[in-house]
């Protein structure tokens, strides 16, 4: 198997589809992915029929092959430590995958300035529906 990106490290805090689905294909191109899940708003296609059980939990198959071969951990984004959690993981990160409404990650102190800051060779991406500017930038 061919993997140019082996050795890079991912932080991924995307959820349904575009987001997930970049990062499917940094791992399959040998990216570490971390997956960002929130412990109180999971990802909806965890429970997108048609459902699936792998390795003792049931999820929405779309959700498995999405995310099949990242590891994830669970933080609350509005806790200030896990926030201090990300702040660590991100010394070590390489490129940053969101997919919030525009603005949401500056106001959970995690924008591209804020994580820089920390590591000034991370790659940040922003994935969102209508983009950054505009008067449909904050649709979901």
């Given at each position: 198997m061919i993997t140019p990106l082996k050795g890079i490290n991912v932080l991924d805090f995307s959820t349904l589809?575009?987001?997930?689905f970049a990062t499917r294909y940094l791992a399959d191109m040998g990216a570490e992915?971390?997956?960002?899940?929130?412990?109180?708003?999971?990802?909806?296609?965890?429970?997108?029929?048609p459902l699936v059980t792998i390795k003792g939990e049931t999820v929405g198959a779309s959700y498995a092959y999405l995310n099949?071969?990242?590891?994830?951990?669970?933080?609350?984004?509005?806790?200030?430590?896990?926030?201090?959690?990300?702040?660590?993981?991100?010394?070590?990160?390489?490129?940053?995958?969101?997919?919030?409404?525009p603005g949401v990650m500056g106001k959970l102190k995690l924008s591209y300035a804020e994580l820089s800051a920390i590591n000034p060779r991370i790659i940040y991406c922003s994935i969102t529906g209508y983009g950054q500017t505009g008067p449909l930038k904050n649709r979901a």
């Open positions: 589809l575009p987001g997930p992915i971390l997956r960002v899940e929130a412990p109180n708003k999971p990802d909806l296609l965890r429970s997108l029929p099949r071969d990242k590891a994830q951990i669970t933080l609350d984004l509005k806790s200030p430590a896990d926030i201090a959690t990300l702040y660590e993981l991100v010394r070590n990160i390489d490129i940053v995958i969101e997919g919030f409404r």
